[in-house]
């Protein structure tokens, strides 16, 4: 039985393309210098994948930025502001269309799917001029040949990357993108006859989208589309990957009959009711990739389970049409867990990442045709063992606490206008309030300190001085700006999950655990291993600390519990949900203990609560009801004058405005100065809102510091839609980023704004 890898990681297992990649936009080192990386890193992998057995390895998985990017660039559809005049693509377009450029700011760039991962948008209209300009699919199919390896070229398919894409700057938002289709298909046929003439023998397109919620007209654009191609791909054998959701019963149907088309790939780990419509028909003569080994975490697959399944699929396909395959890409795990120097072998035995994949799904396959490696196996099942019955996975108090949360629901006793009421008696805030998000820049010298406490350089004692001298230059700062509710900073946190992962158990890290975000920049999530809680205190001596140096409220600084959930590998031996509470209710610890410590405001930031919104709507509902509930759950318990506030970093949040308000904070501060109207429209259409609320007034992401005028006719713009006595004034996010030399300015501005506002109200 053969085998398959949807795509692979390309950073590196140490992240070198990322390096080579910085090195060179900083002008350090030279194009070549950058190719060579690249190139060794592709070598590298296709020989890993060719060593392990894999039968299918796929090429054109790598990229210097993203594989929408090329896909971009492969049908010409450079923007015209970037000044391309035609001939093959290179460095200075496709960077500055990643990048932006001295002149010109980038394409934008928004997440892929349900990951993390964020591709860049297409910009197409009516003009687009669709060429073939890139042929960076052929040259990495010749350059694995050359190296021995046959590979199976992967491009993003014609529909998917028009239905992602967006009508640029001028063109009408009604204009139907898809009707480029045959445009963009002329530039396909000319890439599949080229990756023909070279040899190839299979082609994989990417159709993701089949698993969102598709109409007909968009199901029909498939149908249209292969058809056409369907001569030009005559001679391959064509795979068409679909992942991350179950596909829909209508969109199997559609893909299943697809012209052309000879293999159909799909997530069988998201995809649990896939196997069913599978079970239900499957075209005869076709080949089933079936992905049984997730791509998107980092446990070691349940080898035994997944030969269950097989097996199942077997009996429908046939053993010489069925091919083992991971669920997705493996652009979304870890590369390496060679390199993982400081996990013990214990927690070690029950991970894979993306190299120890490979050598899963081989061995699976292997084990379907009679040659299981018993060994491999039985030190698999013994890992798996183990994780099941550890007691540093399991805590019986924390599940039983968790479960008994399902199904209640949890309030606060009395209803937000009241308690804001209660609130200002104790904090006398003047009208528009401002307050800041929590991070202060962090200074090289800030993150020396860290570090250095971190490898046991500097003494506690010396850290705390340290930390508590930054935050007594934060809180001067502020009371000079004549802020209203402060912050201390968050000078002892390097980043908002990680900082609180270290103080809970249940949580692991990594070394080299690192994931791509967005061009060369990565992540690095923690691992939730076990039931999660607090044993201590995480954030108490600092607020308190803080607190003790000015009169004015200082806000507790947390991140709430669908955020780490989001943010993190959460295990999958139990539904996310019930990760999500026991995290809440270490959080709740947390917030009450900052209450006793006579902590009067806090804030728990859920920066990433919409990230987790499933695909598909028909989950959505569920999703937010727990996630919701998981937030209420930490704050349930303070009294009425405790003012509890949270954050959130994206400003698309109409069609979740409901769950919003229903997570019942007192105050809500989000993210608004990138796109001002989208936000405000939602209250203009009605929907009654009484909590306080903070839409950002500058933009964080950006060194430019706006002036007083420009803030002032934002809050305007605001007070025009919402009541005077809700509205707070805040940047949009922390401003951990930015230099003291941009925020200083910046914050007098916003001051003097929200004073010149409050003379005339
Ligand atoms: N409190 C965090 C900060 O200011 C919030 C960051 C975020 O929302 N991403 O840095
Ligand atoms: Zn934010």
């Known amino acids: 039985m053969a085998s398959h890898i949807v795509g692979y990681p390309r950073m590196g297992p140490k992240r070198e393309l990322k390096f080579a990649l910085e090195s060179f936009w900083d002008k350090k080192s030279s194009a070549e210098d950058l190719q060579k990386v690249a190139s060794d890193l592709r070598a590298s992998i296709w020989k890993q994948m060719a060593d392990a057995g894999i039968k299918y390895i796929p090429c054109n998985t790598f990229s210097y930025y993203d594989q929408v990017l090329d896909a971009t660039a492969m049908l010409g559809a ?21 990048r932006g450029n001295a002149s010109l700011p980038a394409m934008e760039m928004t997440k ?114 292969y058809s056409d191609l369907a001569s030009n791909l005559s001679g391959l054998n064509v795979l068409v990957e679909t992942y991350f959701a179950d596909i829909p019963a209508e969109a199997f149907k559609t893909l299943t009959c697809l012209g052309g088309v000879t293999a159909f790939g799909f997530d069988l780990i998201r995809g649990t009711k896939t196997l069913d419509l599978i079970k239900g028909g499957f075209p005869s003569g076709k080949y089933l990739f079936a992905g049984v080994v997730d791509g998107r975490n980092i446990w070691a697959n349940d080898l035994a389970c997944s030969l269950n399944t097989l097996n199942a699929l077997e009996g429908i396909v046939g053993k ?106 104790k904090l006398n805030l003047p009208v528009l309030p401002t307050t800041t998000i929590g991070s202060f820049p962090q200074t090289v010298e800030l993150r020396r300190v860290r570090r250095e406490y971190k490898a046991n350089k500097i003494s506690e004692e010396e850290y705390v001085k340290s930390i508590t001298e930054e935050i007594r230059k934060v809180v001067v700062l502020q009371e000079e700006l004549d802020i209203d509710v402060m912050v201390h900073g968050e000078p002892e946190r390097n980043d908002m999950v990680e900082y609180f992962g270290e103080q809970l158990s249940g949580f692991a890290f990594t070394v080299n655990g690192w994931v791509q975000s967005y061009g060369s920049r990565c992540v690095k999530p923690p691992i939730i291993y076990g039931d999660v809680s607090r044993p201590k205190p995480m954030t108490v001596f600092w607020s308190s600390t803080a607190q003790g140096m000015t009169k004015r409220p200082m806000k507790g600084m ?64 569920h999703y937010l009801d727990w996630a919701v509930h998981s937030f209420r759950i930490t704050n349930v318990g303070v009294q009425d004058t405790t003012q509890i506030h949270t954050h959130m970093c994206y400003s698309n949040f109409n069609d979740i405005i409901h769950s919003i308000i229903d997570m019942d904070a007192d105050v809500i501060t989000i993210e608004n100065s990138r796109s001002d109207e989208k936000l405000l429209s939602v209250f203009r259409e009605g929907v009654k809102y009484g909590a306080g609320i903070g839409p950002g007034v500058y933009d964080i992401h950006s060194p430019r510091i706006p002036s007083t005028e420009e803030m002032a006719e934002r809050i305007n713009k605001m007070l025009a839609v919402l009541e005077t006595n809700i509205l707070w004034v805040n940047p949009d996010c922390g401003l951990k980023t930015r230099k003291y030399t941009e925020v200083k300015p910046a914050l007098e501005n916003m001051v003097a704004a929200t004073k010149v506002i409050r003379n005339h109200l």
């Not at 295990?571 to 709740?588: F, G, H, M, V, W």
């Open 558 to 621: 947390l991140t709430g519990p669908v955020t780490i959930l989001n943010w993190s590998f959460v295990r999958n031996d139990q539904p996310r949900s019930e990760t999500c509470y026991q995290i809440a209710l270490a959080i709740k610890d947390e917030v009450e203990d900052l209450e006793k410590a006579a902590i009067t405001v806090i804030q728990i930031d859920e920066a990433a609560l919409r990230e987790g919104l499933p695909l598909r709507k028909s989950e959505q509902a």
């Open 320 to 425: 010489d049409k069925l091919v083992v395959s991971t669920s997705c890409s493996l652009l979304h795990t870890a590369v390496d867990l060679v390199n993982e120097t400081k996990l013990d072998n214990e927690i070690k035995s029950w991970l894979a990442f993306a190299a120890q994949k490979i050598v899963e799904v081989n061995a699976l396959a292997n084990a379907m045709c009679g040659k299981k490696d018993e060994a491999f196996f039985s030190s698999n099942a013994s890992a798996l063992a183990s994780r099941k019955s550890s007691p540093r996975v399991t805590n019986e108090g924390v599940q039983k606490a968790a479960a008994a949360l399902k199904g209640s629901d949890h309030r606060r006793a009395t209803n937000v206008s009241t308690r804001l009421d209660a609130q200002q008696k």
């Open 112 to 225: 892929w799917f349900d990951t993390n991962y964020h591709f860049i948008v297409p910009e197409l209209g009516p003009d687009v001029n669709f060429c073939y300009a890139s042929h960076k699919a052929v040259h990495e199919y010749k350059e694995a040949k050359a190296l021995g390896v046959d590979t199976v070229p992967v491009l993003v398919g014609p529909v998917s990357y028009l239905l992602l894409s967006k009508p640029a700057k001028g063109v009408d938002k009604s204009f139907s993108l898809l009707s480029l289709l045959p445009k963009v298909l002329a530039v396909y046929k000319e890439v599949v006859d080229d990756l023909k003439a070279a040899g190839a023998s299979w082609i994989q397109f990417d159709e993701p989208t089949l698993v969102t919620d598709l109409d007909s007209h968009q199901l029909q654009a498939f149908t249209a589309a």
């Open 78 to 98: 450079v923007p015209p502001r970037y000044g391309w005049s035609g001939g093959e693509i290179g460095f200075d377009t496709y960077f500055s269309m990643a």
